[in-house]
């Protein structure tokens, strides 16, 4: 079974910086693809930024150029770091590992992180 703790939320006022955490309790951690979602009140979850195994980041038109997805093997753990923070990213982040194993992807989901961005 696959654990994830995310970590690392809370308010920041507009233009500020906030880095989340998700630390996975996994065998063979680095097999993962790994990814950082968010819903905000009333929305539907989105994809914010996804890391494959191999390293390969994918972001949301949103967030490019503000946010950068990252990922410690050694720790077990993928980071996003959010910089330019907008009032329209305040959502509950969750994090996202996922892996195919014959044939069929498995997703597991952490329990989410608030982030409010406000003056």
């Known amino acids: 079974q696959v654990q994830l703790v995310e970590s690392g939320g809370g308010l920041v006022q507009p233009g500020g910086s906030l880095r989340l955490s998700c630390a996975a309790s996994?065998?063979?951690?680095?097999?993962?693809?790994m990814g950082w979602y968010r819903q905000a009140p009333g929305k539907q979850r989105e994809l914010v930024a996804t890391i494959t195994s191999g390293g390969t980041t994918n972001y949301a038109d949103s967030v490019k150029g503000r946010f950068t997805i990252s990922r410690d093997n050694a720790k077990n753990t993928v980071y996003l770091q959010m910089s330019s923070l907008k009032p329209e990213d305040t959502a509950v982040y969750y994090c996202n590992a996922g892996r195919l194993r014959v044939g069929t992807r498995y997703d597991y989901w952490g329990q989410g992180t608030q982030v409010t961005v406000s003056s």
């Open positions: 996994v065998n063979f951690f680095s097999l993962y693809d």
